[in-house]
Each structure stands twice: as C-alpha cells, then as structure tokens.
C-alpha cells in the first residue's frame, strides 16, 4: 500500500524563500496556486523547486499564475532548482519570454 503522505505536495515559506515539494498534476494544481499566491507579500520571492517529484502540464499555468499574482502584489519572483520536465514544458509551449529558465549558476565560470 503506498504511502499517501509521498504523494501529497507540500508549500511553505522559509525567510524569502517558497519550496515547494510533491507532484504538481492537474489533481492539486488548483489548491497548490491558491496556496502559493497567498504566500506571496511585498517581497521578492524565490521559488525552490528542487523537491517537486512529478509534474503534468497544469504546472504551466500555475507558474504564470503566480507570476501574475506577484506583479500585482508589487513583488518580484524567481525560480530555482527548476526540474528538467519542467524546463521541457515551458519550451515546449512556448512560454520562456513569460517563465524565465533559470540558469544553473554552478556551471558558470566566475568573472574576475
């Protein structure tokens, strides 16, 4: 029998950090956007999606969601740790221009 803890998706605030943690499907995607926007006060955010473990589609709109909700907020969002099924959705649809793909800074060379 599985575990229904594994499967449920967490969201939470730590200092001016989101994580976000658990699948992102069309069953949760609704509660999930509702539960981010209302963490989202005049501050910039970064969204840590390093703990997401399963994404459909539906993560799309929740991102531009909570893009929009932040510019009407009057507060700026960035996404870390983004998974590589999300980066294939955003670019598969089309949407870069509107959810940014964070660059893996680790891999940059320093400037000097």
């Not at 989202?40 to 909700?69: N, Y």
Request: hydrophobic share 45%; glycine share 6%.
């Amino acid at each position: 029998m599985n575990n229904l803890n594994s499967s449920l998706p967490v969201i939470f605030r730590e200092d001016h950090s989101i994580i976000v943690q658990g699948p992102i499907t069309i069953d949760n995607v609704v509660t999930m956007t509702h539960r981010g926007a209302a963490l989202f006060d005049g501050h910039h955010w970064v969204i840590d999606l390093d703990k997401v473990t399963e994404v459909d589609s539906t993560i799309i709109s929740m991102l531009l969601e909570w893009l929009r909700a932040t510019r009407q907020k009057g507060c700026q969002l960035q996404f870390i740790n983004m998974p590589g099924s999300v980066k294939s959705l955003i670019q598969l649809y089309g949407v870069e221009a509107l959810i940014p793909i964070p660059v893996n800074h680790a891999t940059q060379p320093n400037a000097t």
